[in-house]
């Protein structure tokens, strides 16, 4: 199905497109797992998803919205603490979204595109650039997202310093 724009609640196209995802035993896991400064790994997921529904309404592309959405949501799939230490983890940048879209593909039903947005969000720190606009859209979407979650989380530290408790205003 293909969406050039519409006033739909994004909950709601969220859940029409890929309810069986967010209610999946896999995307509770992500509850679990941090992702970019104190955000869990499903909400980064959402807001990711989000904002690429908003980027193609805003500039009114005609995209597959199903494959958009759930390429959107599973784009960090790779269902593990990549906080943890462990060795195998160190190149988590270069290495998760070929793991994401394995986990993908093993749990949900997938179309080209939604596997090119999963394996292909982390252009261009993985060399192999998206092949569709839905793609392009949600590797944008996540830059955004990860730089807006990053940014907060700082501030929050900087702000809430022990050495600066109680001066402001001052």
């Known amino acids: 199905m293909h969406y050039k724009s519409s006033s739909i609640n994004l909950t709601d196209l969220l859940q029409q497109h890929a309810g069986d995802v967010l209610s ?3 995307m509770q896991k992500e509850k679990d797992f941090c992702q970019h400064g104190g955000i869990s790994c499903y909400d980064h ?4 998803a989000q904002m690429s529904v908003r980027m193609a309404q805003r500039l009114r592309l005609r995209v597959d919205m199903e494959s958009l ?3 959107a949501l599973l784009h ?3 269902l593990y603490d990549w906080h943890d230490g462990e060795k195998e983890h160190n190149l988590h940048g270069f290495r998760h979204a070929e793991r994401a879209l394995h986990n993908a593909e093993r749990d949900f039903p997938l179309s080209p595109i939604a596997r090119d947005v999963i394996c292909r969000h982390m252009f261009p720190l993985n060399i192999h650039p ?3 606009k839905e793609s392009y859209i949600v590797t944008v979407a996540d830059k955004v997202c990860a730089v807006r979650e990053f940014s907060r989380s700082v501030m929050h530290r900087w702000i809430n310093r022990p050495a600066y ?4 205003g001052d």
């Open 24 to 26: 999946s035993e896999g």
């Open 45 to 48: 997921s959402v807001a990711v």
């Open 69 to 71: 959405i759930r390429g």
């Open 76 to 78: 960090d799939y790779f």
């Open 130 to 132: 998206p092949r569709y």
């Open 165 to 168: 408790a109680g001066n402001i």
